[in-house]
């Protein structure tokens, strides 16, 4: 077999793949798929068909591949990191008998790992292994150490972007530090496909799951009920929708501090029994902020908080409630 090195800078990238939070059926599969198409040099350059590959054949092809590139720079082989990955998979998954099979492969992660050990800004994921090799401690104290999410603990699963970006802020004003306590944040991408979500994850994931649903998501609620887990959680809100849980004294601030113009967003912008989105584009339509968008909201309000933190007590009640919620998941 005759194949390419693959060259150092697209090992980050194999390994940010191998080490995201997904069953491992997923996520080798993906990668041994790419190893072998980018790097196997084809007879008369035809194209191998991945699909028609039999797995073990796959699964040799692309561990040779990869284990001969990175011992070209790095010869030694331990298997802490292997007995580390499954067993995590054990605590995350259901057994699934091809994540078996991938992670029995036998790739030289350490190898991979010596390569990219200098590397400036490694996503979370990959410095989290970068840590725990180095320090070959318990992973969870070295998470709650050192803020470095992984190992996942529990899972939050919300409608959409502006969740997805706030939560974690918001929650650590309150003093729960998600990095630390292993809460990874998945927006579902919209309230319609929050209960075909969760659908997948409780087949897949053996870890708590709490669902926050804007108020309006109620037949989202009932879907999802009938097939809630016992150790998982759904949490409606009562003001109405995510940005309703925002205090007005938060927002203002926030914009005002974005735009710094001469025209100021007050709190009598806004009204009682009205939703904050609502007004929210009426008053960047008023007030020459350009369109509102949530997502630009969000990262605008994050940005403020990050810069000039609040008090617990400048906080919404509700916005300590759902901390707590998760919190005691």
Known sequence: MKFKNIPESYIKVILDRLFRLKPAYERYERVFSDIINKFLIRENAQEVNISRIDIDEKISLAVQIFNQSVQKIHTGFDNFLNNYIMQEEERLFYPNPLSKKYLRAGLNLEAAFEIIKDEPDLKIN??????????????????YDESLLYPVKKILLCEGATEEILLENLCAICGYDFKKEGVYVLGAGGKNQVARKYYGMIEEFKIPVFVLLDNDAGATKELILPKLRAHDRIYVIKSGEFEDILPKKLITKALNHRYNSCYTCLEEDFHKNCKTAKELYEIFKQKGFGDFKKADFAKTIKDYIKTFPPQEEELTEEIKLITQRIKTL
């Open 126 to 143: 990959l410095k989290q292994i970068q840590r725990l090799l180095a320090k070959k401690t318990d992973p969870h104290k070295l998470r």
